[in-house]
């Protein structure tokens, strides 16, 4: 069960297909949009109400450009999010009625438990990000960085009253209606601590490792990867790309942007300032190209794209940085919002890219010196190569196959 944009669905298509070649039933329960993505992986699909992207396009998700970064925003879209999530309720109960075990993203955590509790099932949580409170990092979804060890703690309980907030309503309700008793989402939240509640991550610890202080039963598994079932490219982006050089990638994937054409119009100037050519992925924000030199494209399998490209600039979505890493692509970030900041601070630190191009002032020059050194200092196209080895030789869905295992013995 899994809620919100691609990247948050995405990964779990990889995850269903493994534990459904390894004989086990798997439905992939999200917002209806989605359901393309599941076809041919063997993993069967229920839909949830709610368009994310009709929802980030209407007036209310594009103020969220108004907002300022960090925690404004983050308040910004728990009430938001706190809106939409009482009309996912009565599609989660009726798919878990149907299941024996729930699997249970970041983003639906709290509910999904409270479902699982009341109908006496095994549950367990498969996260995409590291929601934990560390001291060895502050929260992913404010960006990351680092308040000092009890500053990071501190933030990363902060962090979980904000997800409250956005239960505070649902959880309640659906315990009264399964016949819990009364309890609300901080009170649920620390019996799934007592309980040792467990969480498999789904990232490599390559990238992040797994933080010392944290408890029994969170765990660092490696990366689930999405389910290409055709991974062929389009003719024409197979032309473009056996015209010349490898090109440079640039994509924001599901962030929406409020100024379009003016980020279409500085990526081109840069690349070209660069002197590279570039494929430039519509995304939901709506980016576009034209010229010999580029080409725009939609929907295509990082996975078959990305090993040819020269670099892959993107929004640093958990999912996007995957897929860079996994292809051995050096990276120049452009982070939009929430966790991004941070996955941009690991790519950097790894060695794999520069210092991040934040969205919010970005400018043409600074765009053309990113790629200029990604492009030109061959360290990091040696060190994404080396760290892309080892990251596909991972296996992140082996930890979740034992535990569902165990869960179902």
């Not at 620390?190 to 467990?198: G, I, L, T, Y």
Request: glycine share 14%; net charge positive.
């Amino acid at each position: 069960m899994t809620a919100g944009s691609r990247g948050d669905v995405a990964p779990y298509t990889g995850l269903g297909h493994g534990l459904s070649r390894a004989g086990h039933e798997v439905t992939l329960v999200t917002h209806a949009c989605f359901a393309p993505l599941v076809a041919g992986s063997g993993v069967g699909f229920r839909p949830l109400p709610v368009d994310p992207r009709a929802e980030l396009e209407s007036p209310r998700g594009r103020g969220l450009h108004r907002s300022a970064s960090g925690a404004g925003k983050l308040l910004r879209v728990v009430e938001m999010a706190r809106r939409l999530v009482g009309r996912l309720t009565d599609d989660l109960v009726a798919a878990a009625r149907a299941s024996d075990v729930l699997l249970l993203s970041g983003s639906l955590g709290p509910l999904g438990h409270a479902i699982a509790e009341g109908l006496r099932l095994p549950s367990m949580g498969v996260y995409l990000q590291p929601l934990a409170p560390t001291r060895e990092f502050a929260p992913p979804v404010l960006g990351g960085g680092s308040w000092g060890g009890t500053g990071n703690r501190i933030a990363g309980h902060g962090v979980l009253l904000a997800e409250g907030r956005i239960f505070a309503a649902a959880v309640p309700a659906v315990r009264e209606r399964l016949g819990l008793p009364r309890a609300r989402a901080a009170e649920g939240r620390r019996a799934r601590e007592r309980q040792r509640w467990p969480v498999h991550h789904g990232f490599s610890p390559l990238v992040v490792a797994r933080p010392r202080d944290w408890r029994t039963g969170l765990g660092v598994c490696g990366y689930w990867w999405p389910y290409d079932g055709d991974t062929r490219l389009p003719a024409e982006l197979r032309d473009f790309l056996d015209a010349g050089p490898p090109p440079v990638f640039v994509g924001l994937g599901s962030a929406t942007v409020p100024d379009a054409e003016r980020v279409s119009e500085q990526v081109v100037t840069a690349l070209r300032r660069a002197g590279l050519r570039g494929v430039v992925q519509r995304g939901w924000g709506g980016l576009a190209a034209d010229g010999d030199d580029m080409l725009t494209i939609g929907e295509v399998p990082h996975s078959a794209l990305f090993p040819r490209m020269a670099a892959v600039v993107h929004h640093a979505g958990a999912g996007t940085t995957a897929a860079g890493l996994r292809a051995g692509v050096p990276a120049v970030p452009v982070p939009v919002q929430f966790d991004e900041a941070f996955w941009s601070a690991r790519l950097a630190s790894l060695g794999v890219a520069p210092t991040a191009v934040p969205l919010r002032g970005l400018t043409t020059d600074a765009l053309t010196t990113a790629l200029v050194q990604v492009t030109r200092d061959p360290g990091y196209s040696e060190r994404a190569r080396a760290l892309g080895t080892r990251i596909r030789a991972e296996d992140g869905v082996a930890p979740v196959m034992e535990a569902v295992n165990r869960l179902t013995a």
